[in-house]
């Protein structure tokens, strides 16, 4: 029975157990072997970088960046926590400090502060030798206050919502534009978005994800890509998998932004019909009309102008070679035209793959081209396409359709009895662990009886008894616990006898 306890686990936060955690790791070893045969090296970037790289890279008017990121200001540990007040003057000295020095951000509105905390508190420092004030030094202090508040006394990081930004920006810090290119690369690791929690949906929540650098844009990297996903969830044996794709275009006049003017004609002409968010993004984002699930919206944007129609010339060739690289895959697809990304530098291919036994947040990739993203964030114009993949979701989808990780059992039970047999068993265990059986011996003596209950509850297969006639004679019995067999054995033996049943496949 679970326990109250003080402390849980923050909303929208889990803990994984065993034996899910074995689940887990199947699906990550998985990846890494997959990932491996499309020549993908794997990359950990950290978990925290600057607010500001994923408020270019994701863009800060998503929901992701506006509303889900953990930020915080990282303060400087130079400073003191909490000043008196009569040590301000101090502190504000040591603000500037680390302001000349870069240590803090250099930005107007810190300068503004740090200029206005000065005059304010040259206005009121003698009052602390004075002991008297009036109404005008009680609101210069005031103010002063308010400056020091205002001010960002370290750098301000966030928690990182998403591993596209990081990969790229590391991919520019570490000049791997001088590698051969493309350069492939994998992650597996926690994302952070303060989204609200369901099914499916946590504000820890961890993706896989690959990302192909450099190089050229050519159809046959991105259909590889999405072959090689394909590829990892098919060996998982994933159920109900089904793949979108679509392509939006680049960002010239005479393709996606062409496009998305018609689009917003057509959408005013239907603006009374839709709900308040669709309003709305007619203005801030017209594509992500397309995203709506609103049920009575759905005729509507069934008549609405359709991508594929507009694009140019050159994304309806890359569009067409993509499919037709994909056929050459054997990759089946279903064409999706109201699958968009509503960032600029997303272009052209995108795709979406979704699973059985998800409910509502059945997506469990999402993928796309993002051909402008490394030069947006400093580097050399770089061709991008990649794709995460949530683990979460994946995992609850194979639970679902009963693939399940069965509980951990042991391969061997060491019943002993006496402290001559003790010193045995720590030899017999160690052996055997060397041999790659898992083993459970047990700290303190058990009454056989006992033991044998302890090894049938943690789905041991053999309980190994040792006794002192046992050692004395050199002769161990082995108990098979499905059926009660016994068998007796030199060490030598029994070590030969667990590999050949291994060897035979019994049991993995
Ligand atoms: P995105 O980075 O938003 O394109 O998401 C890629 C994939 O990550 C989605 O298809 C989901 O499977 C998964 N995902 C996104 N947000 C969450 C979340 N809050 N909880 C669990 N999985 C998520």
């Not at 500001?52 to 800060?60: I, S």
């Not at 810190?110 to 009680?138: P, R, Y």
């Not at 493309?182 to 504000?203: A, D, N, S, T, W």
């Not at 129609?309 to 089946?332: K, N, T």
């Amino acid at each position: 029975m679970a326990h109250k306890s003080k402390f849980q686990a923050i909303r929208g936060t889990r803990d994984l157990l065993p034996p899910e955690t074995g689940l887990w790791n199947h699906v990550e070893e998985t990846a890494r072997k997959v990932f491996g045969t499309f020549g993908f090296g794997e990359i950990r970037p950290p978990i925290f970088e600057p607010s500001e790289l994923f408020g270019r890279a994701v863009g800060g008017e998503t929901d992701i960046v506006a509303k889900e990121m953990y930020t915080f200001i990282d303060r400087s540990e130079k400073l003191a926590r909490h000043p008196r007040i009569g040590e301000l003057g101090a502190f504000i000295q040591a603000v500037k400090k680390l302001y000349d020095a870069g240590e803090i951000p250099r930005d107007a509105s810190n300068q503004l502060a740090i200029e206005h905390a000065e005059a304010k508190w040259s206005a009121v420092e003698n009052l602390f030798l004075e002991k008297e004030g009036t109404k005008a030094d009680f609101e210069n202090i005031y103010d002063l206050l308010a400056y020091i508040d205002s001010m960002q006394l370290g750098s301000n990081l966030s928690l990182r919502p998403e591993a596209t930004a990081s990969v790229c920006r590391a991919y520019i810090e570490h000049g791997m534009a001088q590698l051969p290119q493309p350069v492939k690369l994998y992650y597996i690791g926690p994302m952070f978005r303060r989204e609200r929690p369901q099914k499916g949906r946590y504000r820890q929540f961890y993706q896989i994800g690959a990302e192909v650098l450099g190089g050229s844009d050519a159809p046959a990297i991105d259909a590889e890509v999405i072959e090689m996903v394909m590829r990892f969830f098919d060996r998982l044996g994933l159920a109900g998998v089904e793949l979108d794709i679509n392509s939006i275009g680049h960002n010239a006049p005479d393709c996606r932004p062409a496009y998305v003017q018609k689009l917003k004609i057509e959408l005013e002409k239907v603006k009374d019909k839709l709900g308040a968010d669709s309003q709305r993004r007619i203005e801030t984002n017209p594509l992500r009309v397309l995203d709506s699930k609103l049920e009575h919206e759905q005729p509507i944007i069934a008549t609405l102008p359709r991508i594929a129609d507009h694009l140019c010339e050159e994304c309806a060739a890359h569009y067409a070679a993509v499919r037709r690289q994909l056929g050459l895959r054997g990759v089946i697809y279903k064409e999706n035209w109201r699958l968009v990304r509503g960032l600029d530098y997303y272009m052209r291919t995108t795709f979406e793959i979704t699973a059985k036994g998800l409910g509502s947040q059945n997506a469990v990739c999402g993928g796309g081209r993002y051909d402008g993203l490394v030069e947006l964030l400093g580097g050399p114009p770089t061709k991008g396409i990649g794709f995460a993949i949530g683990e979460d979701r994946l995992i609850l989808s194979l639970q679902e359709s009963g693939k399940g990780a069965a509980p951990q059992g042991r391969d061997v039970y060491i019943a002993w009895m006496g402290e001559h047999a003790y010193a045995a068993a720590i030899h017999a265990a160690k052996d055997l662990r060397n041999a790659g059986f898992s083993v459970e011996l047990p700290p303190t003596e058990l009454k056989f009886g006992k033991a044998l209950e302890r090894a049938d509850k943690l789905g041991s297969r053999y309980a190994l008894i040792l006794g002192d006639n046992e050692v004395s004679e050199g002769s161990w019995t082995l108990k098979t616990l499905a059926d009660g067999t016994q068998e007796k054995f030199t060490e030598p033996e029994l070590l030969e006898f667990l590999e050949n049943v291994r060897v035979s496949g019994v049991r993995s």
